[in-house]
């Protein structure tokens, strides 16, 4: 019986098959690939050659195309919340409203009843060239991403929630991703000032000296607006205290992981008249306060108001916004100051108001001085050296003070301090014999009769 055998015939499609199989394999693994690549992109790398705001080409309209308050949360990997990113430290405070009795005593516990306004600024245009934005309202202006990502919060609310979402960064098993750790920074140090004395330049020192290290809220409005919330409110003293120590923990908040950290304050010259509110919260934070010539500052004032007047505005010198207010709503040190020379406000001349608000500003200083033994005075003329020589490695207690630090304040300190617009990086030249020359024989007698006294008293204080 004869045996057959069959054999499968070879066609090719087994073969097709195998190359079917390879040819999809590699499309698997280059889709995995693809996929893969897509969320590393996403994750960690889509944003970055984003600018912060651009032109639509279709509108013609400047856009916003990052807002922190969009991004996903690295700790709940959700969507967050404006509020969120205020929490997580993406945006900076930059106002606060106080109801008219957010501050009373009936209020239960600690609370108090006021709204923060946050946004997003962008702190590296002061790194780069602290002289171009001179003050906090600059840096606001300058950070194209503020108006868009405004945000208001219940201020005492989220002070209480950013200190204990801080202080999970202790923990071990808490996420601590460089981008995400937020660093409470207490002030460094504040400056307070006679106004028109040198003020501005000693904050950009302070913000050039290290520009990847320090912070520097020039004039600000939360810290003054906190300090002086009791001057015409009824006031229960521990809740202001607590808006006064909120405000600046908010405010001291960073993203860096870089340390040492140091951010400083310069206050606006009324916030003098509330030192004291200041020291009462924080009685170790190092503080300078600036003053100069008294006729160069009465001069500066002046000058504006002139130029004021020739604009058609009629409106008094900065220093003498006071002026139209009654004895009984002028400042402590204010009040003393006229008492002292016989004034009331229906018997005093424009230029002696001027000159008795700017030593009611010194004495305040003084006071505080002679009380707490904190405080160094600090006169214009001793600018800029002793920023570098004394301020930060003395009073401040910043060290080591390197040349390349004193190389970074030596280029700031060359060019105008308010360095806005055309005066952008603009040689400074001297000004204080121009200043005397022009001295109307009413600024003269006015600075002699009130702030002679009180020159010469801080003069003996620098020296120490």
């Known amino acids: 019986m004869a045996i057959i055998h069959h054999y499968k015939g070879n066609d090719g499609t087994s073969e097709k098959k195998r190359k079917q199989q390879k040819v999809m394999k590699f499309v698997t693994y280059i889709l995995l690939l693809y996929a893969f690549g897509y969320f590393i992109y996403i994750k960690h790398i889509a944003g970055i050659f984003v600018p912060d705001r651009d032109v639509d080409p279709v509108t013609g309209k400047e856009r916003i195309r990052r807002r922190p308050e969009r991004h996903v949360s690295k700790h709940t990997k959700k969507k967050t919340t404006p509020r969120d990113a205020a929490l997580e430290g993406h945006f900076t405070l930059i106002d606060i409203a ?24 962008e702190w590296k245009k002061q790194q780069d060239n602290p002289s171009t934005v001179p003050m906090f309202k600059d840096l606001q202006a300058q950070s194209y991403m503020c108006e868009a990502t405004q945000i208001e919060v219940d201020l005492f609310d989220l002070a209480q929630d950013a200190r204990a979402y801080d202080a999970s960064f202790n923990d071990p098993d808490a996420f601590t991703g460089k981008k995400s750790v937020v660093l409470p920074v207490e002030p460094a140090g504040l400056v307070f000032h006679e106004t028109r004395c040198g003020s501005t330049l000693t904050a950009n020192l302070l913000a050039a000296f290290s520009p990847d290290h320090s912070r520097v809220y020039s004039e600000s409005s939360p810290p003054v607006h906190a300090l002086r919330a009791c001057d015409d409110r009824p006031c229960d003293p521990d809740k202001h205290s607590q808006l006064i120590k909120d405000v600046f923990y908010l405010m001291g908040r960073t993203l860096r992981v870089d340390r040492p950290q140091h951010v400083f304050y310069k206050i606006q010259s009324i916030g003098t008249m509330d030192i004291d509110k200041f020291t009462s919260v924080f009685p170790k934070t190092p503080w300078v306060y600036l003053y100069r010539d008294s006729v160069e500052v009465m001069m500066s004032h002046f000058k504006d108001a002139q130029t004021l007047k020739k604009k058609g505005k009629k409106r008094l010198p900065v220093c003498a916004r006071g002026y139209v207010k009654p004895m009984n709503r002028q400042p402590r040190t204010t009040q003393k100051i006229l008492q002292k020379h016989a004034k009331t406000m229906d018997n005093i001349e424009v230029a002696e108001y001027c000159a008795a608000h700017l030593a009611a500003l010194s004495l305040a200083a003084m006071d505080e001085h ?14 800029p050296d002793i920023t570098w ?42 000004d204080a014999t121009k200043k005397h020359s022009k001295a109307t024989p009413e600024v003269i007698a006015a600075a002699h009769e009130f702030l002679s006294d009180i020159y010469d008293e801080m003069e003996n204080l620098s020296k120490s």
């Open 98 to 121: 106080i109801e008219a009795e957010g501050l009373l005593a009936s209020i239960p516990g600690k609370r108090y009843n006021a709204v923060g306004t946050f946004c997003k600024i």
């Open 370 to 383: 002679k009380k707490t033994g904190m405080g160094r005075f600090i006169n214009y003329n001793q600018l």
């Open 389 to 430: 020589d004394r301020i930060l490695p003395e009073f401040f207690d910043i060290n080591p003070i390197s040349d390349g630090m004193i190389e970074n304040m030596k280029q700031v300190a060359g060019v105008y301090s308010k360095g806005r617009n055309h005066k952008a990086n603009q040689v400074w030249e001297e």
